[in-house]
């Protein structure tokens, strides 16, 4: 008969350098990506100019804006998709007795 009062984990929890380069080294490229092809199309001074014109900002400052912009997004999804894939096995405990 198979014992549940004890959880069994599938395996070890990864190490938190582990955790954050699985979230953050995607999310890194994909951010880069798609960064290339966001501003192939579009100048950082002209979407200033639409929406912050009284705003100082450099076609480098844009540049970088849209980047870290795009690295929060995708890291969030990437976030997401981790918080789904845990096991479960971590957070479902057996029933109290009675």
Same mark, same amino acid.
């Given at each position: /008969?198979?014992?549940?009062?004890?959880? *069994? =984990?599938?395996?070890?929890?990864?190490?938190?350098? @582990?955790?954050?380069? !699985?979230?953050?080294?995607?999310? =890194? =490229?994909?951010? $880069? &990506?798609?960064? /290339? &092809?966001?501003?192939?199309? &579009?100048? +950082?001074?002209?979407? *200033?100019?639409?929406?912050? +014109? @009284?705003? @100082?900002?450099? %076609?480098?400052? $844009?540049?970088?804006?849209?980047? =870290? /912009?795009?690295?929060? !997004?995708?890291?969030?999804?990437?976030?997401?998709?981790?918080?789904?894939? *845990?096991?479960?096995? %971590?957070?479902?405990? +057996?029933?109290? +007795?009675?």
């Amino acid at each position: /008969m198979t014992d549940f009062s004890e959880p *069994r =984990f599938d395996h070890p929890p990864r190490p938190l350098a @582990q955790r954050v380069g !699985a979230i953050a080294w995607p999310s =890194f =490229f994909a951010a $880069g &990506v798609a960064t /290339m &092809v966001f501003f192939a199309f &579009v100048d +950082p001074l002209a979407l *200033r100019d639409l929406t912050f +014109p @009284q705003l @100082q900002i450099t %076609r480098e400052l $844009g540049y970088t804006l849209g980047f =870290f /912009m795009f690295w929060l !997004a995708t890291a969030s999804s990437s976030l997401f998709t981790w918080i789904l894939l *845990r096991p479960s096995s %971590r957070f479902n405990r +057996p029933l109290p +007795p009675g």
